[in-house]
């Protein structure tokens, strides 16, 4: 049976510790607090997980262990992106074989010799027709396919279903799927970290899938929009932006700075090559995260977010 994905489909980040090994207890810890925060899926691994910093050893158990603990609770979507789109395939049948409920493969420079219909049709035998999202992100990493290459890819690959838009800027993009893909898709999912969410939203994505750290406002911030809330949407959006703004350039630095602060991971550790935090980032970042007071913000849309199939 296909899963409708749609809602806020947070991506989990990998745990480590001092050692700089994966810290399985804490990823347990991150999936609870993400099932108990009522996101609706559950992206691992993703960009935001350090994807192509781990092993194929470490993405299967740590697959096995958010699948475990997210048991009857929450879908998983599991990300297959690697620079080899062999690798991709044969990672996507250990996927399903591990609970994944979707898959999320990249359009990667590298599959441009035999087409990229071959690499995606190649995804979906290997996990016999599961639910892919067609992740679409600038290059040098990805292919940065135009919407009518897309949509043209999901017509010849029936198993695409979902869109993951990462172009800066989203929304052309957004609305030219949206306008376009027919009965091709199931929906539009905004990526960038839902810095442009608002706007997606608006020109008709039907989710969103963020790094972790502003969980709790983004399913308020989705559940207000689907209650036809605007204003209030609108405010919670403006909220994200001043954390979101940080998060560009640091990226799992804050977001696990934020988890580690709130008791749910143990370690800040990153593998991923970033800038680091000075003590001066890290207070203000915290400053301006307490200010958000997340703890009351959303009651949770996990029931009623298929409103939001716009296609």
Request: aromatic letters at 6%.
């Amino acid at each position: 049976m296909t899963t409708q994905f749609s809602g806020v489909l947070p991506v989990i980040p990998t745990p480590f510790s001092q050692e700089n090994e994966v810290d399985l207890e804490s990823l347990k810890s991150v999936v609870q607090y993400a099932t108990d925060s009522h996101a609706n899926a559950l992206v691992y691994p993703g960009v935001a997980s350090e994807d192509i910093q781990l092993s194929a050893q470490e993405r299967l158990q740590c697959l096995t262990v958010v699948t475990e603990t997210a048991a009857g609770q929450t879908p998983i979507i599991a990300g297959v992106n690697s620079n080899e789109p062999e690798t991709m395939v044969e990672m996507a049948a250990l996927m399903r074989q591990h609970g994944a409920d979707g898959i999320m493969a990249m359009a990667v420079p590298s599959m441009v010799e035999k087409g990229y219909k071959y690499w995606f049709q190649a995804i979906s035998d290997a996990t016999d027709g599961l639910p892919i999202i067609l992740q679409n992100l600038f290059s040098p990493r990805g292919a940065d396919l135009s919407a009518d290459q897309m949509i043209e890819l999901a017509k010849d690959v029936e198993a695409i279903r979902y869109v993951k838009e990462e172009g800066i800027p989203s929304g052309p993009k957004v609305s030219a799927v949206f306008k376009n893909a027919g009965d091709y898709l199931d929906g539009i999912i905004g990526g960038g970290g839902a810095r442009y969410v608002f706007e997606e939203l608006e020109r008709g994505a039907i989710a969103t899938m963020p790094a972790i750290e502003l969980l709790e406002l983004h399913v308020a911030l989705l559940e207000s929009y689907l209650a036809g809330e605007r204003d209030k949407t609108l405010r919670l959006y403006q909220q994200s932006l001043a954390i979101l703004l940080m998060q560009a350039p640091y990226r799992m630095r804050l977001t696990k700075l934020i988890l580690k602060h709130r008791g749910i991971i143990k370690t800040d550790v990153v593998r991923e090559s970033l800038p680091e935090l000075d003590e001066y980032s890290k207070k203000l970042i915290l400053e301006m995260y307490q200010q958000l007071d997340l703890t009351n913000v959303s009651s949770g849309i996990a029931d009623n977010c298929m409103a939001l199939n716009h296609a």
